[in-house]
């Protein structure tokens, strides 16, 4: 049983246009957070959302968690081909920093010039 | 600052053998995590380590263990390989005062 739920699992994209990749869970997180990912690299953080509501913006990159903080979006504006790589939800059922999170499947994205 | 270090990058083992793999967090960082990244489950996660003790563990079986060194510096094994033990296995490390995981570049492991 996946307790996060990514959507789309793929995105292949123009150069320019503009992308929403979803992080949804029956289940309440204390914090969600989005990684990028490109080829043999680990994962690199993008942003920590811990409030209910909260919104987040990154350059082009627009985060948000969900009100009953079970769910949590991304979104990108005028999407480049370095936005290239696999995201990653990620979520703290407690409110401890420690290195236990759960992963979404994650959601690879392509975009092409 | 260096960042998280793994090694070895790549290897291939049989059914039945051993592994272990290694990861130097960053300096100052006490916790490190390890996860196992497939296509099919995504990154899961193993267990974490802070001042020597481990601290959380993930649903694995008991082949899969690890330890961690006086100097922060940790190490995981898988004894008895099987084939669906082929992955990318990652390790991260943290402050306690931050939840921001730094992961290394991963250990690929192969078996055959």
């Known amino acids: 049983t996946q307790l996060l739920e990514q959507s789309p699992q793929f995105l292949s994209i123009q150069e320019g246009e503009n992308l929403t990749v979803y992080c949804n869970s029956s289940s309440v997180f204390s914090s969600l957070q989005w990684y990028r990912q490109e080829p043999g690299e680990g994962p690199v953080l993008l942003v920590t959302v811990v409030t209910g509501g909260e919104v987040k913006k990154l350059k082009r990159l627009t985060f948000q968690f969900g009100d009953a903080r079970k769910d949590s979006s991304l979104h990108i504006t005028a999407a480049q081909p370095g936005d290239t790589g696999l995201y990653l939800c990620?979520?703290?059922?407690?409110?401890?920093?420690?290195?236990?999170?759960?992963f979404g499947q994650g959601t690879t994205l392509q975009v092409k010039p | 600052k260096a960042g998280v270090t793994q090694t070895p990058r790549y290897l291939i083992k049989t059914r039945g053998q051993q592994v272990t793999l290694s990861c130097s967090p960053i300096s100052g960082h006490r916790s490190v995590s390890w996860y196992q990244q497939t296509p099919g489950q995504g990154l899961q996660f193993l267990f974490e380590?802070?001042?020597?003790?481990?601290?959380n563990k993930g649903n694995f079986p008991g082949r899969f263990s690890g330890r961690q060194f006086s100097n922060s510096r940790s190490e995981m094994n898988v004894s008895t390989l099987e084939l669906g033990d082929s992955a990318l296995y990652l390790c991260?490390?943290?402050?306690?005062?931050?939840?921001?995981?730094?992961f290394g570049e991963g250990s690929r492991l192969t078996v055959l």
């Open positions: 990620a979520g703290r059922k407690d409110s401890s920093n420690t290195g236990k999170l759960i």
């Open positions: 991260a490390s943290s402050l306690v005062t931050s939840g921001e995981l730094f």
């Open positions: 380590y802070f001042s020597e003790t481990q601290r």
